[in-house]
């Protein structure tokens, strides 16, 4: 026979393992993201964000770099990005970066699965955690 006190244990257990399940799916603040996307022609780079705890952000895109800013409310996600620095850029990379920032200011909501964050707009961006 089961006594009180093991069902009262079973069931904080069961609430701190949820808590942390959801925890572990939030939005991936203090995290570097890799973007799910193949080099350009010419070049091994692939753009990566770096998001602090405050959601600052830190851009490196295929040639450009930068700031931005993300918002978290439940599910909906703002970016707001910052100063964008041109690099002397070739036009193809100049264009992608450009239409990088353009698709991340458009996301309006975000979903996390494990170690992929998905950001929904016009156009999804999928972006992997860096492993170290």
Avoid: H, Y
């Amino acid at each position: 026979m089961v006594s009180l006190k093991q069902m009262v244990c079973a069931a904080a257990a069961l609430l701190v393992m949820s808590a942390v399940a959801r925890a572990q799916e939030g939005f991936p603040f203090g995290t570097e993201m890799t973007l799910e996307a193949a080099p350009q022609p010419g070049s091994k780079r692939i753009p990566n964000i770096e998001i602090g705890d405050n959601g600052e952000v830190v851009l490196e895109l295929w040639c450009k770099g930068g700031k931005g800013q993300f918002s978290v409310a439940g599910s909906t996600v703002i970016f707001v990005p910052g100063q964008i620095q041109d690099r002397s850029c070739p036009p193809a990379k100049a264009q992608a970066d450009d239409d990088l920032v353009a698709a991340l200011a458009a996301v309006e909501t975000w979903k996390r699965q494990g170690d992929a964050l998905t950001l929904i707009g016009p156009k999804t961006l999928r972006f992997r955690e860096n492993g170290n």
